[in-house]
């Protein structure tokens, strides 16, 4: 018999009764434990956000900032909402948003997976697409073209997740207390990445709030601003990176980065790896980002000198990129297979 089983009937009583809707299943996702890494010291835990039903982290601040716009009278019947977004706060907005009859509008860097837009314009979301390759202050820059067209529109809200407090609020109210009891209360670090600061932030302020010994780390891919800020104090020209979501060319007002104690910069092909183990290994399914996580989180591990329980995410499906990082052809095309993979690819082409 084997070591897992699907619940027996007897134990079927901690299922719930029909939900009203989805969106009634957004938060409150698992977390399993590591086992099949060297994690040294350290056990770590990943909580898999994937399990939204918008497949992302995501949904939590799509659900707190149409909730607020509404209260604060930003948004009303029959309005739009525009964000600039790598995919996920979009399918989250998407979400939430069309069943209450809003209009949505998002402004979509080039980069991001085929996946995530079909996703988008499939609930019905209208999508900009624009340059990955372009800052802050250009036209074309995600950012301020969605800006521009959320002034243009009569009645749209332009949710802006760098900048809304309800943001990191959501982190603040329901990721921090469901890890903090998911752990039984000890926690001695979370990893994260910051694409908008929501997740940083208001993970940062809870545990100060409740376990002060908790440590914020950063993952941040090699190419960002944000880690060699942290390490330095020096804003450097932002480069260029293929995981999608996190790492950023400027400081969002969403991220506090004096919440981090320690921060790590890792690249892609670091990344691409760690995603693709955690699903060979664990057999979990995970984006992109998770691999910046993940790798982040296991150095952390294995530089600790005595034990700690550490927590990360899995921010948003592997469902999303399978036409990329978990496709061998297209690793090996931007350089990011391992080296065997690319002998393997070499003789099938030969
Ligand atoms: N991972 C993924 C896949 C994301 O889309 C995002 C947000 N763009 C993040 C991580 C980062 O989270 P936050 O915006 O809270 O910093």
Redesign the pocket.
């Known amino acids: 018999m084997s070591e897992h089983e699907i619940a027996a009937p007897d134990a079927l009583s901690r299922l719930r009764p029909p939900y009203k809707s989805v969106l009634d299943l957004i938060g409150q996702t698992p977390v399993v434990e590591l086992t099949k890494f060297d994690t040294g010291k350290c056990r770590l835990f990943i909580k898999l956000e994937s399990q939204n039903p918008g497949g ?3 949904d939590r601040i799509a659900l707190s900032m149409i909730a607020a716009a509404e209260r604060e009278g930003k948004l009303r019947r029959g309005g739009t909402i525009v964000e600039a977004t ?4 979009g399918l989250g907005l998407a979400q939430v948003g069309i069943p209450k009859g809003y209009r949505i509008v998002l402004v979509v860097p080039d980069k991001m997976s085929r996946e995530k837009i079909q996703h988008l314009r499939a609930l019905g979301a209208e999508v900009r697409m624009t340059r990955s390759d372009v800052g802050k202050g250009h036209a074309e820059y995600y950012q301020d073209m969605a800006e521009k067209i959320a002034a243009e529109t009569p009645g749209a809200f332009y949710a802006n ?1 760098f900048a809304n407090p309800a943001n990191p609020l959501a982190h603040e109210t329901t990721t921090g207390p469901e890890i903090f009891s998911q752990l039984d209360g000890d926690v001695d670090a979370v990893v994260v ?8 932030t208001g993970l940062g302020r809870y545990f100060a709030k409740v376990s002060p010994k908790t440590e914020m780390v950063l993952a941040d891919p090699v190419g960002s601003v944000l880690a060699p800020l942290i390490k330095t104090g020096k804003m450097e020209e932002a480069g260029s990176w293929t995981v ?3 790492g950023e060319d400027f400081v969002p007002p969403n991220a506090d980065l004096s919440l981090v104690k320690r921060a790590y910069a890792i690249p892609d092909k670091q990344s691409m790896l760690a995603v693709r183990d955690l699903l060979s290994k664990e057999g979990i399914l995970a ?1 992109s ?1 998770s691999g910046t996580l993940l790798s982040a989180a296991l150095r952390y591990c294995r530089e600790q000198t005595v034990p700690k329980r550490v927590v990360t995410f899995v ?2 499906s592997g469902n999303k990129y399978l036409s990329k990082v978990f496709d061998d052809f297209w690793l090996a095309e931007q350089g990011l297979a391992e080296q065997e993979q690319h002998g393997d690819l070499r003789d099938l082409v030969m």
């Open positions: 992302s982290i995501k790598a995919g996920n706060t997740q990445g910051v694409g908008s600061g929501g997740t940083l999608e979501g996190i984006g980002s921010c948003d």
